[in-house]
């Protein structure tokens, strides 16, 4: 199975700021990277896919990069919709891997 | 518009099969792009795939649940299914059905949560 190691596990930050939260894959995954943004008592839902590749609909100012085996998604100022917890998720082989998840707060 | 909706019991009994059903809307189950999956989050903690399947049969599953998952796609009445075996309290979670389309990611359900009780 290939590891997905997500860094940091919390972060508390202000409208405004930029975040960054990393995520390092075990072995190679082809930029076959996801996000998900998930909010208290709601499902998942998908921010970027395939490394970098803005999923319709979600602001701007979401980014995503990285080459194997580290990724980042980058929240440019963050915004008070944006206070929810991120996953990232590898999906280039079975079985399709998350990271621990970081719960982004309001400082 | 797709969209994927989970049922079944909230309840089960350790030791027990788990049940689950999603009903799919507003799409296609017989694309050779998509994997039709179930995801879990024990309350609390971080999300866990469990395994997939595609319209011809062909299915994975998460090696650390041993063996117990089974996904059965009905593509005639829009639907596919999750049977766990051998449930215990460590099964408790909301499970979600979620589309996989290749290259892309997930689309999920709204989740429903099964209580394994001991």
């Known amino acids: 199975d290939t590891q997905m190691t997500q860094s940091p596990s919390s972060l508390s930050a202000s409208i405004g700021d930029r975040v960054t939260i990393t995520c390092r894959a075990s072995?190679?995954?082809?930029?076959?990277l996801a996000w998900y943004q998930q909010k208290p008592g709601k499902a998942p839902e998908l921010v970027i896919y395939?490394?970098?590749t803005l999923q319709s609909g979600v602001p701007s100012r979401f980014s995503g990069s990285g080459s194997g085996p580290d990724f980042a998604l980058t929240i440019s100022s963050l915004q008070p919709d944006d206070f929810a917890t991120y996953y990232c998720?590898?999906?280039?082989?079975?079985?399709?891997?998350f990271g621990q998840g970081t719960k982004l707060e309001i400082k | 518009q797709l969209q994927l909706r989970e049922s079944g019991p909230g309840l089960v009994k350790s030791s027990e099969t788990l049940s689950l059903t999603c009903t799919v809307s507003g799409g296609s189950m017989t694309d050779g792009d998509y994997w039709w999956a179930w995801i879990r989050q024990p309350p609390g903690k971080g999300l866990e795939w469990i395994g997939a399947a595609s319209y011809t049969g062909t299915s994975y599953s998460n090696p650390s649940l041993e063996g117990r998952v089974a996904i059965v796609v009905d593509t005639p009445n829009l639907q596919y299914s999750l049977r766990l075996s051998s449930v215990t309290d460590a099964d408790t979670a909301v499970y979600y059905c979620a589309r996989h389309s290749y290259g892309v990611g997930y689309h999920w359900g709204q989740g429903t949560l099964v209580t394994v009780s001991s």
């Open positions: 395939k490394t970098s």
């Open positions: 998720q590898q999906y280039n082989s079975f079985p399709h891997t």
């Open positions: 072995q190679s995954i082809n930029s076959w």
